[in-house]
């Protein structure tokens, strides 16, 4: 079902952009600064130079590489947001929930966070489960947050939103950091648990501009009995739409795979810098701070590109820029100068390639009610390609004992993705 172009009030517009800003800190405190750290910490053996002696961890009877065991099961639970998502998306649309079941994530997975506190490397099966829940509550909430892009603004204002959006969560991701590790530093190791604590209490409450600003069942839509046969043929009939489009169906795909790269190096690149280069703590949190500032400006860089050459020549340009990357990290990696090079590409890169994935996306769709059905479809396609690449870096880590060779199939992904996108008829690429 069709309808008109959209333009809510610029305050409902930042309250979007500020749950970018809430749920942020999530994927910069737990996935990519302290977390892997203090996991690293309790579940490694150093000698007294600091180097690694053992990283085999125990997981329901059986021996994992510990950064091998992290992967695995941040990949299951992508599986899950893969399974949930879609259905969840189409009873959205046909019964208006988006905003409820975004809440629902968002709810889950601060719980999770703050019960991080309790965890036990004695005691992984359940100690990880926190991490497996916290991490499902924040890529759940993102599929029903994107969806609302569409909804509140109008398709030339998505490059420049989009990028507002990313650039208050890395500003607010970094204040929260700040704070945590003045914490730490301050009192004491023992506070850092503390810290997943306090992300689960800043995501909540800055989730809440978000859920009081943002439009609640827009399009008036009601609850019915058959609510959940209702929703898989929404999903069905946006499938069928979607398979008629050719520049939706190849960008789609160009994002799969793409994912299967850019997510995994976001996800792995701390843990990298850990084994492979043997960062100390506070080297790793430079590099970490830096590649959230640079952030800033590469988003807005991005999508100033883009508005001269287009969306989709200025992602392919991304993914030669992400390749070097890969080349440079797979061979010229050796040491703190040579990770903190990499980490400043990486940080200027990240947030503009994010950023202009998702407005592309919300570009292209066609006027419609069925906002949360359509990015459903990018949320698995991202999240199955995450799966993939995540698998991959830790069954050739495994395989090949090194981080270093599962670099080389990042680079495999990077070509596929630029054929892919590069195949979009040149008259139908925005």
């Given at each position: 079902?069709?309808?008109?172009?959209?333009?809510?009030?610029?305050?409902v517009k930042?309250a979007?952009?500020?749950?970018?800003?809430?749920?942020?800190?999530?994927?910069?405190?737990?996935?990519?600064?302290?977390?892997p750290?203090f996991?690293?910490?309790?579940?490694?053996?150093?000698?007294?130079?600091?180097?690694?002696?053992?990283?085999?961890?125990?997981?329901?009877?059986?021996e994992?590489?510990?950064?091998?065991?992290?992967?695995y099961?941040?990949?299951?639970?992508?599986?899950?947001?893969?399974?949930?998502?879609p259905?969840?998306?189409?009873?959205?649309d046909?019964s208006?929930?988006?905003?409820?079941?975004?809440k629902?994530f968002?709810?889950?997975?601060?719980?999770?966070?703050?019960?991080?506190?309790?965890?036990?490397?004695?005691?992984?099966?359940?100690?990880?489960?926190?991490?497996?829940?916290?991490?499902?509550?924040?890529?759940?909430?993102?599929?029903?947050?994107?969806?609302?892009?569409?909804?509140?603004?109008p398709?030339?204002?998505?490059?420049?939103?989009?990028?507002?959006?990313?650039?208050?969560?890395?500003?607010g991701?970094?204040?929260?950091?700040?704070?945590?590790?003045?914490?730490?530093?301050?009192?004491?190791?023992?506070m850092?648990?503390?810290?997943?604590?306090?992300?689960?209490?800043?995501?909540?409450?800055?989730?809440?501009?978000?859920?009081?600003?943002?439009?609640?069942?827009?399009?008036?839509?009601?609850?019915?009995s058959?609510?959940?046969?209702h929703?898989?043929?929404?999903l069905?009939?946006?499938?069928?739409?979607?398979?008629?489009?050719?520049?939706?169906?190849?960008?789609l795909?160009?994002?799969?795979?793409?994912?299967?790269?850019?997510?995994?190096?976001?996800?792995?690149?701390?843990?990298?810098?850990?084994?492979?280069?043997?960062?100390?703590?506070?080297?790793?949190?430079?590099?970490?701070?830096?590649?959230?500032?640079?952030?800033?400006?590469?988003?807005?860089?991005?999508?100033?590109?883009?508005?001269?050459?287009?969306?989709?020549r200025?992602?392919?340009?991304?993914?030669?820029?992400?390749?070097?990357?890969?080349?440079?990290?797979?061979?010229?990696?050796?040491?703190?100068?040579?990770?903190f090079v990499?980490?400043?590409?990486?940080?200027?890169?990240?947030?503009?390639?994010?950023?202009?994935?998702?407005?592309?996306?919300?570009?292209?769709?066609?006027?419609?009610?069925?906002?949360?059905?359509?990015f459903?479809?990018?949320?698995?396609?991202?999240?199955?390609?995450?799966?993939?690449?995540?698998?991959s870096?830790?069954?050739?880590?495994g395989?090949?004992?090194?981080?270093?060779?599962?670099?080389?199939?990042?680079?495999?992904?990077?070509?596929?993705?630029?054929?892919?996108?590069?195949?979009?008829?040149?008259?139908?690429?925005?």
């Amino acid at each position: 079902m069709s309808t008109p172009a959209v333009n809510h009030p610029k305050k409902v517009k930042t309250a979007w952009a500020m749950y970018d800003w809430a749920n942020s800190v999530y994927s910069l405190v737990i996935t990519t600064a302290i977390f892997p750290i203090f996991y690293n910490a309790l579940t490694s053996e150093r000698n007294e130079a600091g180097e690694i002696v053992n990283d085999v961890v125990t997981f329901f009877g059986a021996e994992f590489i510990n950064t091998q065991l992290y992967s695995y099961v941040l990949a299951a639970s992508f599986i899950v947001v893969i399974i949930a998502s879609p259905l969840l998306s189409g009873m959205a649309d046909v019964s208006g929930k988006k905003l409820q079941l975004m809440k629902i994530f968002c709810y889950t997975g601060s719980l999770a966070c703050m019960s991080m506190h309790f965890f036990d490397a004695a005691h992984l099966e359940w100690s990880m489960l926190s991490l497996f829940l916290a991490n499902i509550g924040f890529w759940g909430s993102l599929g029903f947050y994107n969806a609302f892009l569409p909804e509140i603004a109008p398709r030339e204002e998505h490059d420049k939103l989009s990028a507002k959006g990313y650039a208050l969560g890395y500003v607010g991701s970094v204040l929260l950091l700040l704070v945590c590790l003045g914490l730490i530093m301050g009192v004491g190791n023992h506070m850092t648990p503390w810290a997943f604590v306090l992300v689960g209490i800043w995501w909540v409450a800055w989730a809440q501009p978000a859920f009081r600003k943002l439009p609640s069942n827009p399009f008036n839509k009601k609850v019915t009995s058959e609510l959940f046969t209702h929703g898989f043929r929404e999903l069905r009939n946006v499938a069928k739409e979607l398979a008629e489009r050719v520049d939706l169906i190849r960008f789609l795909w160009g994002f799969f795979v793409l994912s299967m790269a850019l997510q995994t190096i976001m996800l792995m690149a701390s843990s990298f810098g850990i084994k492979e280069v043997n960062l100390a703590d506070d080297q790793l949190i430079v590099a970490i701070i830096a590649v959230q500032l640079l952030s800033i400006p590469g988003a807005f860089f991005v999508s100033w590109v883009s508005s001269k050459v287009g969306n989709i020549r200025t992602l392919i340009g991304c993914l030669v820029v992400w390749m070097g990357v890969c080349v440079y990290a797979y061979s010229l990696v050796k040491d703190v100068n040579g990770f903190f090079v990499a980490a400043g590409v990486i940080g200027f890169m990240m947030g503009g390639t994010q950023s202009l994935n998702r407005s592309s996306y919300s570009k292209m769709l066609p006027s419609t009610e069925d906002h949360a059905s359509y990015f459903s479809f990018y949320e698995v396609l991202e999240k199955g390609g995450l799966i993939i690449g995540m698998f991959s870096w830790g069954y050739i880590e495994g395989f090949t004992g090194s981080m270093r060779s599962s670099i080389l199939a990042l680079i495999i992904f990077f070509v596929v993705s630029i054929a892919l996108l590069s195949s979009i008829p040149k008259a139908l690429r925005i």
